[in-house]
């Protein structure tokens, strides 16, 4: 499981209908690169274990180089290289993992958000009716 920053107040800041697929990467890689790279080393994971499912040598070579490609961004990204990748596949991989990435921690945020707001509008009346 990937472990998600407290507040990220920046994430708002990309609207997926309106920005192509180099600016999503791009935002993941400025506001969180670890969970970037943690992201796509868990789909390099999952592309080397089914390699072999389909029974097919040239698909399973094929998983395990994207497999491959996909470590050596993620090791790049955590020796602090934020260049874009220009494999479209791993340009692919890299989208859907900041995407979610994304939609994860602005969920999350709300949640947070509304938990604030149904505290604090649990303490206000409790706090007048003690006279403060």
């Known amino acids: 499981m990937v472990a998600l920053p407290q507040r990220s ?3 708002a800041a990309i ?7 180099n600016d999503v990467i791009a935002h993941s890689l400025k506001l ?6 943690d992201c796509l080393r868990s789909h390099a994971c999952v592309h080397a274990e089914f390699a072999d499912a389909y029974g097919d040598r040239e ?7 994207l497999a491959d490609r996909l470590h050596d961004f993620a090791d790049a990204i955590e020796l602090g290289d934020i ?8 340009r692919r991989e890299a989208f859907g993992c ?16 509304r938990r604030l ?4 509008a649990a303490t206000v009346p409790a706090m007048a009716s003690r006279g403060h």
């Open 9 to 11: 107040r920046d994430m």
């Open 98 to 113: 900041a995407a979610w990435l994304h939609d994860v921690i602005v969920e999350k945020d709300a949640r947070n958000a």
């Open 83 to 90: 260049m874009m990748p220009n494999d479209d596949d791993v």
């Open 59 to 65: 698909v399973a070579r094929n998983e395990l180089a």
């Open 32 to 37: 969180h690169p670890h969970l970037l790279a």
């Open 117 to 120: 707001e149904a505290t604090e």
């Open 15 to 21: 609207d997926h209908a309106t920005c192509g697929v």
